[in-house]
């Protein structure tokens, strides 16, 4: 029930930070966005997050707690905002204008998962951002949220499975 509701056991002030390297500086960051090539060595994940823009301090929450539910750390799982993409089993785009930034020939519905031109499996999800457009939790937000996390929780097993 509360997955997604805010978090509130980082400082405000670090709420709000989204960090531009893979590992970020300390335990409380939020989420992280992959490093720029040059900047630290290759590394490949099981799957990254792909987002058209930084998250806003909620938004930010709410993938904490879906990262920390999906039993990964922010170095593990980052959000990407900037290309090039980083390496990665598999790609959890999080919104429509995310698919078209990074997958400008693809076109999907959340919970839908799509295979890249090189092969890469992607997971069409919600924007955080979207979700909490909303306001006030009400009935079609909690299903919403449960259809998310329904298809968020198909990455771990798509990925056994290969």
Request: net charge positive; charged share 25%.
């Amino acid at each position: 029930r509360g997955l997604l509701a805010p978090l509130e056991t980082f400082p405000a002030a670090r709420r709000a930070e989204t960090v531009r390297v893979s590992v970020p500086t300390s335990a409380a960051s939020v989420c992280a966005i992959a490093p720029e090539p040059s900047s630290a060595p290759r590394r490949d994940y099981d799957f990254v997050f792909l987002h058209e823009r930084r998250l806003s301090a909620g938004g930010a929450e709410m993938m904490a707690k879906i990262t920390a539910a999906m039993k990964k750390t922010p170095e593990t799982a980052p959000i990407v905002v900037d290309t090039p993409l980083p390496p990665a089993r598999a790609y959890v785009v999080l919104g429509s204008f995310a698919l078209k930034k990074f997958f400008p020939a693809l076109r999907g519905s959340p919970g839908q998962w799509l295979k890249s031109e090189e092969g890469t499996d992607i997971l069409v999800s919600n924007s955080p951002e979207y979700i909490l457009r909303f306001g006030p939790e009400s009935a079609a937000v909690k299903k919403i949220k449960q259809d998310m996390w329904r298809s968020l929780k198909t990455v771990e097993q798509r990925l056994a499975a290969r």
